[in-house]
């Protein structure tokens, strides 16, 4: 015959703990999203080291595929302080998910972030007289 602990085991059902992601391979992802994204950004061409010099420029690619080429930005550095703050927090945000899920769909999340900046980066680039990401 069957206790009352066993049987109220029973019923309840048992759920196993979401599996998590340690600190090492949540850096180790995190950081080689951060060195593909550059690569691909400053490319392999020669200029790449002085392409690098302007890597804290690099927000203003979010914008770079929406906005005329021509456009100026309202506020002059407001916008690169905000791109980095969203990078900051959301860096913050993403190494401090413990569970496997939650990480993985905040990591999707910095790669898209990353995917419009870069390109956002490379249309800039491209514009003559106008000193890109």
């Avoid at 979401?18 to 691909?40: C, D, H, K, N």
Wanted: neutral net charge.
């Amino acid at each position: 015959m069957a206790t009352a602990n066993e049987t109220l085991d029973e019923s309840i059902g048992t759920t196993e703990p979401a599996p998590e992601i340690s600190f090492r391979a949540r850096f180790g992802l995190f950081a080689a999203a951060w060195v593909a994204f550059t690569i691909a950004t400053a490319g392999f061409s020669p200029l790449a080291p002085q392409l690098l010099i302007f890597a804290w420029l690099f927000p203003a690619g979010l914008l770079g595929l929406f906005v005329p080429p021509d456009w100026e930005p309202p506020g002059g550095l407001t916008i690169l302080v905000v791109g980095w703050l969203l990078y900051i927090g959301w860096s913050i945000y993403l190494l401090g998910q413990r569970k496997r899920a939650r990480f993985f769909v905040a990591y999707a999340y910095l790669l898209v972030f990353l995917l419009f900046n870069v390109a956002g980066c490379h249309a800039q680039m491209r514009q003559p007289l106008k000193i890109g990401c």
